[in-house]
């Protein structure tokens, strides 16, 4: 998918899964989970040792099981790593802080790059990259009243919390009343217990609650 493709998916979906696992076999059935409750965008983050391989391995799994499914893959921290992944599908990158080197590498190849931001500064300047929508981490440290302060003097500027997110009314309320385009939700939607348990039918269930709870919100 382009990155207008992935940013109209975020609005409409309004949450991003994410999670990280070095079992191929483990991480597919979690994906297939997701899908199954209704996800299409998903993030696999960066966070161990060939990571790569296990990307590259639901990439394809995904092309070929999950039709329409986004896949993106988190915590980048250069441009290097960010072309392996593009080249491995990766439908969109997202990082914990802006990194002028990867928002090149993704605009020339018109891939979107959510970078986290903490300051209008930041977003600014993201925004100038071809950056469509920003990640605002970690959220529980700055909280709904940040998102509704930025969109004041720019309210075309797309944030999407990550950090701080949990499946419930009130958390949720907070965020999409203060304006966020999307949430992107970890370990409080695909938590330690069920990957434990490869409790893959509760999370399929908890996906589509989720999601459900997302819609109610946002209308």
């Known amino acids: 998918m382009d990155r207008i493709q992935v940013v109209l998916l975020m609005e409409k979906q309004g949450m991003v899964p994410l999670f990280f696992n070095p079992d191929i076999d483990l991480c597919k059935q979690i994906v297939k989970a997701v899908y199954d409750g209704g996800g299409r965008l998903l993030e696999f983050t960066h966070r161990g040792a ?3 391989e296990v990307f590259a391995s639901l990439s394809r799994y995904i092309k070929a099981e999950c039709p329409g499914m986004a896949l993106g893959i988190g915590s980048i921290t250069d441009a290097a790593a960010a072309s392996y992944y593009m080249m491995c599908g990766a439908d969109f990158i997202v990082t914990p802080a802006y990194k002028e080197d990867i928002a090149r590498v993704c605009n020339r ?9 903490g300051s209008l500064t930041e977003i600014q300047t993201a925004e100038e990259m071809g950056c469509e929508v920003v990640k605002l ?20 500027t797309k944030i999407m919390p990550t ?13 999409f009343d203060a304006g966020a385009i999307c949430v992107g939700m970890g370990s409080k939607l695909i938590s330690k217990e069920i990957i434990a348990n490869k409790a893959y039918a509760e999370l399929t269930t908890k996906v589509k609650d989720t999601l459900a709870l997302v819609s109610k919100v946002r209308s």
């Open 163 to 175: 950090g701080g997110v949990a499946p419930t009314q009130e958390n949720l309320t907070g965020w």
């Open 50 to 52: 060939f990571a790569h």
């Open 137 to 156: 981490f970690p959220g529980s440290v700055y909280g709904p009243g940040f998102i509704k302060g930025a969109l004041a003097p720019q309210p075309w």
């Open 109 to 117: 190849r018109k891939v979107l790059y959510a970078p986290g931001i």
